[in-house]
């Protein structure tokens, strides 16, 4: 019979300071390891085509580093590294060892970058999928093993070189070509460790994978209890939800591992629900300068809409997809972090080289110097020279915000 472990009771306060430090946003992050330890650290980086000042995945680890070159992050992302060979230099090999990813894409919190090392921890969702019955595409004979033969003759392609990645202009008409290459991509047959532009490229797992991880074809049970743990890392703190929102598990999945997971209970105040920390996060008190910086809002700090809340106070739904008329904050309002709290959101666009804020939210006149800093330094990230303040919220903070803009930008 094991020993019941002790319960830590955290104040509100505590739980958002381990959040915050453990999504990189509290303390001096570690910019020797860049964006890969970024997405290392996390875990997880969701993907979206949607590209206002940049895409998601390269705002996150901008929002922790910095104004670093967009450039840097593709290529921390979907570069690879060369292998040294053993072979002795008499008799050099004919099959040079090959290049090594550093992290692959895969349905995770929705598309993500994932760190490579994380490969066979994804073996219960590629079973998963391949004992799947239904699909919302229809898979015409012969296309998958039309699509395995030809990457295996011509080497890595995109759905468009694989044949066409639509039938028809709509979004959703895949060709039969990019439905086989999607359905052998959850198989774990194809992998995707590299994008150009924005066009996934497929490649079979057994020559990009490296041979280390591709056979270790873990069980379900190691799959889900280090998935848990890697969730509760990277939020420092959370509930049951939380940690299964976090790869997208299921509840009774996260129960049948948690205890086993490193995890330890804790309570904390005004969650109402029982909740499981990192220990490391709790051996030492959250301290070190805080962030100021817009957020995706694919940002795994705040994607999960009920954590945000219940951690921050603050509300916030994308509505890129709600008809325009019926938006409240605009079509990809960014929230504002400073001092370790949201105090207000901006709906950027760009205008050649002027970073428009289209509409800005402000929790008061005090976010006015925080919001006004995040807006200068995006603007300085994506080439902006001026940003201009279109509408604000609260009419009457409209001119203090650009005067400290004006001051800021000088």
Known sequence: MTTPRPTTDLTADEARRIALRAQGFLGTPNRRSGVRGILRHLGAVQLDTISVLARSHELIPYARLGAVDRKTVETAYWATTPTTSTASTAAPSTHPPKPQPHAFEYWSHAACILPI?????????????????????????????????????????????????????????WSGSKVAAERALMYGEVVCVERRGWKRVYDLAERAIPQTLLHDELDDTECLRRLVRLAGQSLGVGTRADIADYHRLKGEQVDAVIADSGLVPVTVEGWGKPAWADPAALETPPRGRHRTTLLSPFDS??????????????????????????????????????????????????????????????????????????????????????????????????????????????
Request: charged residues 30%.
């Open 301 to 410: 700090l705040i994607w999960d809409r009920a954590r945000t809340e219940r951690i921050f106070g603050f509300t916030h739904r994308l509505e890129a997809y709600v008809p325009k008329q019926k938006r409240v904050y605009g079509y990809f309002a960014m929230p504002v972090l400073a001092g370790g709290r949201l105090v207000g959101r901006v709906d950027p666009a760009r205008e050649g080289r002027t970073l428009v804020a289209k509409q800005v939210t402000l929790d008061g006149s005090k976010a006015v110097p925080a919001v006004a800093q995040a807006l200068a330094e995006a603007a300085s990230w994506v080439d902006c020279t001026d940003v201009r303040v279109e509408r604000v919220d609260s009419p009457d903070l409209r001119e203090p915000l650009a005067r400290e803009l004006t001051r800021i930008l000088a």
């Open 117 to 173: 090392e994380e490969w066979p921890h994804f073996a219960f969702r590629r079973r998963a999928y391949r004992n799947r019955p239904h699909w919302n595409h229809e898979l015409p004979d012969g296309a998958y093993d039309q699509v395995i033969k030809q990457l295996r003759t011509e080497g890595p392609l995109t759905a468009t070189e694989l044949g066409g990645a639509k039938r028809t202009s709509e979004w959703w008409d």
